[in-house]
């Protein structure tokens, strides 16, 4: 048997629908746990944590997604981290948990798609060493409860999710914060029967 998964939760602000015209504001990455195929072991989800606020790479913006975060724009122009520096950095982060839980880094959002398509970009973009995930290591959380609880994808939204499944955490749209509270949501996941 080979290395065990370990898992990162991801969270992703940004101010467009895809990544090039439009800029990742910021993004959270929290470990959420490791799983070897068989079972799952739980991280506490605030121990192992990156965050970054980016400077965007662009100057289009769609209004109502930049103000999404919270964030200002005109901050993140002026102070907001190079791409570069942050996403090397984030490689290099992801790479040492990964080492010292001697396993294999797997992304996981809720939704993925959103998420992985800005992450991915940015590392093939402006990392040093590319993605720590590859080109495909990646588990959407969405799917996963959808498999579980016999949904369709459509009814996979936490509004119908028994209620032992979710976080206690707030959603609020900061992306570390998102990834707190997502990673509680996979944990949950992972050790479920899909009962009600």
């Not at 602000?13 to 746990?33: I, N, W």
């Not at 605030?46 to 209004?63: G, Q, R």
């Amino acid at each position: 048997m080979g290395a065990p998964d370990l898992y990162f939760s991801c969270d992703v602000e940004a101010d467009g629908p895809v990544p090039g015209p439009y800029s990742m504001s910021s993004f959270g990455l929290s470990v959420a746990g490791v799983f070897d195929g068989r079972s799952f072991t739980p991280y506490p989800p605030t121990k192992h944590t990156f965050y970054a606020e980016l400077k965007p790479i662009s100057a289009e913006f769609v209004p109502e997604a930049a103000a999404v975060s919270g964030l200002d724009r005109a901050r993140l122009v002026a102070e907001g981290q190079d791409p570069r520096a942050a996403m090397t950095a984030a490689g290099v982060w992801v790479r040492a948990r990964a080492r010292e839980a001697k396993a294999v880094p797997v992304f996981a959002a809720y939704p993925l798609g959103f998420d992985w398509l800005f992450m991915y970009w940015y590392f093939i973009q402006f990392a040093e060493a590319g993605s720590p995930f590859g080109h495909a290591r990646a588990l959407d959380i969405k799917t996963l409860y959808a498999a579980r609880a016999g949904a369709q994808i459509r009814d996979a939204v936490k509004s119908a999710m028994p209620r032992r499944l979710l976080s206690r955490r707030p959603h609020t749209h900061h992306a570390l914060d998102d990834a707190i509270e997502q990673a509680e949501l996979l944990q949950n996941l992972m050790v479920w029967d899909g009962s009600r």
